[in-house]
Nanobody
Framework: QVHLVESGGGLVQAGGSLRLSCAAS????????MAWYRQAPGKERELVAT????????AFADSVKGRFIISRDNSWNTVYLQMNSLKPEDTAIYYC??????????????WGQGTQVTVSS
């Protein structure tokens, strides 16, 4: 079982930056592919960014490409989402997801509780 905790959300003006963090309570996130999703009111949850284990390969939704960066610390204890040049349409609840263990025959998805990001115009 992987218990994920996100932090770093808040209210920011358009053009500003925020950094979200995702950590697993009491354990490392090594051996898990990680992703950030978001869900705006009245919309479906959408994939924002991914980072794979162990190579750290990243991918981004077109809507955030060039503005957001996903990264992790060297020990894979925490995964980050650096959000720059924020726009009002980035307003959403942001969720962290872990999928794995990647070396296992069976992989499972684990979700955090979400953190609210609000971008004012």
């Amino acid at each position: 079982q992987v218990h994920l905790v996100e932090s770093g959300g808040g209210l920011v003006q358009a053009g500003g930056s925020l950094r979200l963090s995702c950590a697993a309570s009491g354990r490392t996130l090594s051996n898990y592919d990680m992703a950030w999703y978001r869900q705006a009111p009245g919309k479906e949850r959408e994939l924002v960014a991914t980072i794979t284990y162990p190579d750290g390969r990243t991918a981004f939704a077109d809507s955030v490409k060039g503005r957001f960066i996903i990264s992790r610390d060297n020990s894979w204890n925490t995964v980050y989402l650096q959000m720059n040049s924020l726009k009002p349409e980035d307003t959403a609840i942001y969720y962290c997801k872990a999928r794995g263990p990647v070396t296992s025959l069976y992989e499972y998805d684990y979700w955090g509780q979400g953190t609210q990001v609000t971008v004012s115009s």
